[in-house]
């Protein structure tokens, strides 16, 4: 008896090969949505990497402009859409002194307001994925059964159990099996792994998100005097603090000297 795929999709009932082709639709489906999010997720990370550092100088350069052109640039990145969109919404009450702290507090509103959406796009096509992982070993059991049962059909038409009388049915109901299993397996798979690279990237846009709070408190103590010099980036810091002894003897030494000539202690300046 001839086995062939072509030959068993012949001898199929109806109803398992409707249950075969939304098993395939289902496959489809997943890889549809998987190609999306990876190009969607590839795209983000690619152009975040090009914006964080840019935006990052344009803000301790104090040129808001040019950091709200770096995100209508970038639009493609994650950080720069949500980022972008509350300091656009802050940026003409950034100069007034008095409205500092309600111009903070909407600052981490607007954060948070853009943050809902994002997720909300974001997950798009994850609830796809969780229902075909989650149903399509069922629906392969229902062919499955569907199977299992023509085969018993076959006996009985036959009134013998020989291999020609039940190896249709079985193997109807096998297929079934396998390729609602073939549906399921990467279905979860994706989900898992998509569900972690946007906790990931939630991560990533929340840090940013502080680092772009921070910057405003610290704007504002410097605009109220607590503060007298600019911040300096991470780098920066740490290669003048590597490189600076001789600077920072001098200074001491000149305030030392400075203490002597106005009567202070001048066993400072001879240590």
């Known amino acids: ?28 489906i997943t ?7 990876w190009r969607t997720l590839a795209r983000m990370s690619r152009e975040t990497r090009a914006f964080a550092p840019k935006f990052s100088e344009a803000l301790e350069g104090e040129r808001i402009q040019e950091a709200l052109a770096l995100t209508e640039q970038y639009k493609g990145s994650h950080v720069a859409g949500v980022l972008g ?29 853009e943050q809902i959406l994002l997720a909300t796009d974001l997950k798009k096509g994850l609830g796809v994925l ?5 149903t399509a070993p069922f629906v392969g059991l229902l062919g499955t059964v569907i199977g299992i049962v023509n085969s018993f059909t076959g006996i009985a038409a036959t009134g013998g159990g020989g291999l020609e ?25 994706l989900y898992n792994y998509f569900t972690g690279r946007l906790e990931r990237l939630f991560s990533e846009l929340a840090y940013a998100g502080r680092e772009l709070v921070d910057w405003m408190l610290l704007r504002e103590a410097r605009a109220m005097g607590a ?29 030392g000297t400075g203490s002597t000539g106005t009567g202070g202690t001048g066993s400072s300046t001879t240590r």
């Open 1 to 28: 008896m001839d086995l062939s795929l072509t030959e068993m999709w012949n001898q199929m009932g109806w109803f398992v090969k409707g249950i075969v082709i939304v098993m395939i639709a289902m496959s489809i």
């Open 31 to 37: 890889i549809a949505v998987a190609v999306s999010k």
């Open 85 to 113: 969109e509350a300091l656009r919404e802050v940026a003409p009450l950034l100069g007034v002194r008095e409205l500092a702290g309600p111009v903070i507090t909407s600052t981490e509103r607007a954060i948070e307001r």
């Open 227 to 255: 503060i007298s010099t600019p911040a300096r980036p991470a780098t920066a810091a740490a290669t003048a603090g590597s490189s600076g002894p001789t600077a920072g003897g001098t200074g001491t030494r000149t305030g």
């Open 165 to 189: 009388a039940v190896s249709a049915g079985i193997a109807e109901a096998l297929i079934a099996t396998a390729i609602g299993l073939l549906a399921a397996i990467p279905a979860v798979w």
């Open 130 to 134: 969780a229902t075909i992982g989650a």
